[in-house]
C-alpha cells in the first residue's frame, strides 16, 4: 500500500525531478570549467571499463 502512496504524489515527484535536473545542470557547469580533467577522467573511465570487459 506504501508503495502507491509514493507513486501517487506529484508534487514529490516534481521536487525530485528538479533536483535532479539541478545537479544535472551544475554538472555541465563543472564540465566546462574543467573540460581537460573531465576528458582525461573520462577516458580513464572507459580504458578501465574496457579492461574489465576483455
Do not use: Y
Not at 502512496?5 to 516534481?14: A, F, G, M, Q
Not at 580533467?37 to 570487459?53: D, N
Amino acid at each position: 500500500m506504501a508503495n502507491s502512496v509514493h507513486r501517487l504524489d506529484p508534487e514529490r515527484n516534481r521536487r525530485r525531478l528538479q533536483i535532479l535536473a539541478e545537479l544535472a545542470g551544475a554538472r555541465i557547469a563543472r564540465e566546462r570549467e574543467r573540460p581537460r580533467k573531465v576528458r582525461g577522467q573520462r577516458l580513464r573511465e572507459l580504458i578501465a571499463t574496457r579492461r574489465l570487459v576483455s
